[in-house]
């Protein structure tokens, strides 16, 4: 059974750092692309960065370019998002989800649409 789960999230003051991780099962991950999604209250769930089933090929929302950094690691089935420089907005449910992109390796897309498979999702505040 394929799974995702997140982990990582919690409370952090206003230019803090938090590590999130997406740990899968039940797919071989190098297969998948692998997206970042954030869900304010009372917004819209919207993607802020995804990475490519192979190559590394990174896709970052403008509000948080320069500030997360998405990465994986095949061994441990895991894909990570570090999230710098926190700011309030940044606040909210945070979901991976995965894509399976075939053939298309060293791509990964933009839109919720695209990903089949999706964690339950992990909770970050930032607030002083």
């Known amino acids: 059974q394929l799974q995702l789960v997140e982990s990582g999230g919690g409370l952090a003051q206003p230019g803090g750092s938090l590590t999130l991780s997406c740990t899968t099962s039940?797919?071989?991950?190098?297969?998948?692309?692998i997206g970042w999604f954030r869900q304010a209250p009372g917004k819209e769930r919207e993607e802020v960065s995804c990475?490519?089933?192979?190559?590394?090929?990174?896709y970052y929302a403008d509000s948080v370019q320069g500030r997360f950094i998405i990465s994986r690691d095949y061994a441990k089935n895991t894909v990570y998002l570090q999230l710098n420089d926190l700011k309030p907005e940044d606040s909210g449910v945070f979901y991976c989800?995965?894509?399976?992109?075939?053939?298309?390796?060293?791509?990964?897309?933009?839109?919720?649409?695209?990903?089949?498979?999706w964690g339950q999702g992990t909770q970050v505040a930032v607030s002083s």
């Open positions: 989800a995965a894509d399976d992109t075939g053939p298309l390796k060293l791509v990964c897309f933009s839109g919720s649409s695209f990903y089949e498979h």
């Open positions: 039940g797919f071989p991950l190098d297969n998948y692309a």
């Open positions: 990475i490519s089933s192979q190559a590394g090929t990174t």
